[in-house]
């Protein structure tokens, strides 16, 4: 079977010479920031002490200035030129990745189908959410492997409604909130469907390392000097978003950068460590894989809606074991304010699973 990974590609052209950015080079980069030590952020990006060092050193000659430092006793730090390189490849990265994904995903899909006389692949059209890639990813080679194309959660469910996708995956916090997004979810299902529970999840505020704005809630949005990032308009996480500042009885135009639309929880994030924002509305995992604040405000729940019909097949039952099974759960508990733990169950009433 196929499997297709479409990557962006960084041409720099200096005065004398060009060349295509690596982006491994990113991924050294964060580990330094984050441990101060070449050796550890080598074997995070998977690549030898030699190789990692010799990638930096390629580059520092090629920009003609330096990326990391060495103090002695305060181990390798970046330099102004290191924290924007590795801003720009994370934002990038985050920002790109689910849209590369979705076409590769239809890409390889369409070519297995025309190379293969195998059962095709559970289509599911899902809200962005780090636990979904986990999923995908197990399954990648297995029976019951899943083509998933990113969209927002009512997008994803109207895909449902229209006989586009076989599964659609969207979230709902627990809670009064809740059972209001609970009823405008249920308008949005097919008039018979299924419900799995999938992951459970802390949504917040994603604030700035240190929270220098003193930020503490929804309100704060609305305080001179702070600037938010939105998510985009149809997104589970924007609704939700629009709901709470509804029932505080604040004023979105009085909101610095409520335009401002990202179109997933990691492109916030890096927009924040960044520090272009001060704040955006999103998940916990997001905050930590930045080592940015975090304030939780609810906890959320993600379901797997399918066509009742298909709630018994073969390829879902297989996919309900793949989400009872200890690999997957393992693999949740390493993402921040996330957990597995009813992961597979049949739910019987969305408002009753979220009332709380």
């Given at each position: 079977m196929?499997?297709?990974?479409i990557?962006?590609?960084?041409?720099?052209?200096?005065?004398s010479?060009e060349?295509?950015?690596?982006?491994?080079?990113?991924?050294i980069?964060?580990?330094?920031?984050?441990s101060?030590?070449?050796?550890h952020?080598?074997e995070?990006a998977?690549l030898?002490?030699?190789?990692?060092?010799?990638?930096?050193?390629?580059w520092?000659a090629?920009?003609?200035?330096?990326l990391?430092t060495?103090?002695k006793g305060?181990g390798?730090q970046?330099t102004?030129?290191?924290?924007r390189?590795?801003?720009a490849?994370q934002?990038a990265?985050a920002?790109l990745?689910?849209e590369?994904?979705?076409l590769?995903?239809?890409?390889a899909?369409?070519?297995?189908e025309?190379?293969?006389e195998?059962?095709?692949?559970?289509a599911m059209h899902?809200?962005?959410d780090f636990?979904?890639?986990l999923l995908?990813?197990?399954?990648?080679?297995g029976?019951s492997?899943?083509?998933?194309q990113?969209?927002?959660s009512?997008?994803?469910?109207?895909?449902?409604?229209r006989?586009?996708c076989d599964?659609?995956g969207?979230?709902?916090?627990?809670?009064?909130?809740?059972?209001?997004?609970?009823?405008?979810?249920?308008?949005?299902?097919p008039?018979?469907?299924g419900l799995?529970?999938?992951?459970?999840?802390?949504?917040?505020?994603i604030?700035?390392?240190?929270?220098?704005?003193?930020?503490?809630g929804?309100?704060d949005?609305?305080?001179?000097?702070?600037?938010?990032v939105n998510r985009?308009?149809g997104?589970g996480?924007?609704a939700?978003?629009?709901?709470?500042i509804?029932?505080h009885g604040?004023?979105r135009a009085?909101?610095?950068?409520y335009e401002?639309?990202?179109?997933?929880?990691?492109a916030v994030?890096?927009?924040?460590?960044?520090?272009?924002?001060?704040?955006?509305f999103?998940v916990?995992?997001?905050?930590?894989?930045y080592?940015?604040?975090?304030?939780?405000?609810?906890?959320e729940?993600?379901?797997?809606a399918c066509?009742?019909g298909?709630?018994?097949?073969?390829?879902?039952?297989?996919?309900?074991?793949?989400?009872r099974?200890?690999?997957?759960?393992?693999?949740?508990k390493?993402?921040?304010?996330?957990?597995?733990e009813?992961?597979g169950?049949?739910?019987?009433r969305?408002d009753?699973a979220v009332?709380g």
């Open positions: 196929i499997h297709l990974q990557r962006p590609v960084w041409r720099f052209r200096g005065e010479s060349r295509d950015f690596d982006f491994q080079l990113v991924a980069l964060a580990g330094l920031e984050a101060g030590k070449l050796t952020a080598a995070q998977g030898s002490y030699r190789h990692a060092w010799n990638l930096v050193s390629e520092e090629f920009f003609g200035a330096r990391v060495k103090s305060r390798s970046l102004a030129l290191g924290k390189l590795l801003w490849g934002r990265q920002r990745a689910p590369l994904e979705n590769a995903s239809e890409f899909g369409a070519l297995n025309a190379l293969e195998r059962p095709a692949a559970l899902a809200s962005h636990a979904v890639g995908r990813d197990q399954l990648s080679d029976p492997r899943v083509a998933l990113y969209k927002g009512f997008d994803a469910l109207a895909s449902l409604r006989g586009e599964v659609a969207f979230h709902v916090p627990e809670g009064a909130l809740g059972t209001v997004l609970a009823q405008r979810y249920a308008e949005c299902l008039p018979g469907h799995i529970a999938f992951v459970t999840r802390e949504h917040g505020l604030v700035r390392a240190g929270n220098p704005k003193e930020i503490a929804v309100e949005l609305c305080r001179e000097g702070v600037r938010m985009q308009r997104s996480t924007r939700l978003l629009e709901l709470m509804s029932s604040l004023d009085s909101m610095d950068g401002n639309e990202e179109i997933t929880h990691g994030a890096a927009l924040i460590a960044g520090n272009q924002a001060d704040v955006g999103g916990q995992a997001a905050a930590a894989q080592r940015l604040g975090f304030i939780p405000l609810c906890r729940r993600y379901f797997l066509r009742a298909d709630l018994e097949s073969a390829p879902m039952r297989q996919l309900r074991r793949a989400l099974g200890a690999a997957f759960r393992e693999r949740v390493e993402l921040a304010g996330y957990s597995a009813n992961a169950e049949v739910v019987d969305l009753t009332a």
